[in-house]
């Protein structure tokens, strides 16, 4: 059974910091794409970053320089590591998983697997 865990979530004051976690089984995590997802009630879910079997990366530009994505193929685990947050970031966090080996995609259509969220509040 493929299961995708996310936790890290919580609330951060506007310029904090958070470290989401993905903790993923029952694929080949390491040979296939993962990606963070983010969305707001009432609006499309928003790829945030991804991340290939070579470990190339790609992020949207509402989030480039100030998050970084990386994976723990030993641990199975996805990280998403925000800095500089801002009340925008604010929204239910996803991870997603390819099943087979893919590139690094901003398109929901590449990745099959989905945790069940996490949720990321940024206020003062």
């Known amino acids: 059974e493929v299961q995708l865990v996310e936790s890290g979530g919580g609330l951060v004051q506007p310029g904090g910091s958070l470290r989401l976690s993905c903790d993923a089984s029952g694929y080949t995590f390491s040979s296939t794409s993962q990606a963070w997802f983010r969305q707001t009630p009432g609006k499309e879910r928003e790829w945030i970053a991804c991340i290939d079997s070579n470990s190339n990366t790609g992020y949207a530009d509402s989030v480039k320089g100030r998050f970084a994505i990386s994976k723990d193929n030993a641990k199975n685990t996805l990280y998403l590591q925000m800095d500089s947050l801002k009340p925008e970031d604010a929204a239910m966090y996803y991870c997603?998983?390819?099943?087979?080996?893919?590139?690094?995609?901003?398109?929901?259509?590449?990745?099959?697997?989905w945790g069940q969220g996490t949720q990321v509040t940024v206020s003062s």
């Open positions: 997603a998983g390819s099943r087979y080996p893919a590139s690094c995609s901003g398109y929901e259509i590449v990745y099959d697997y």
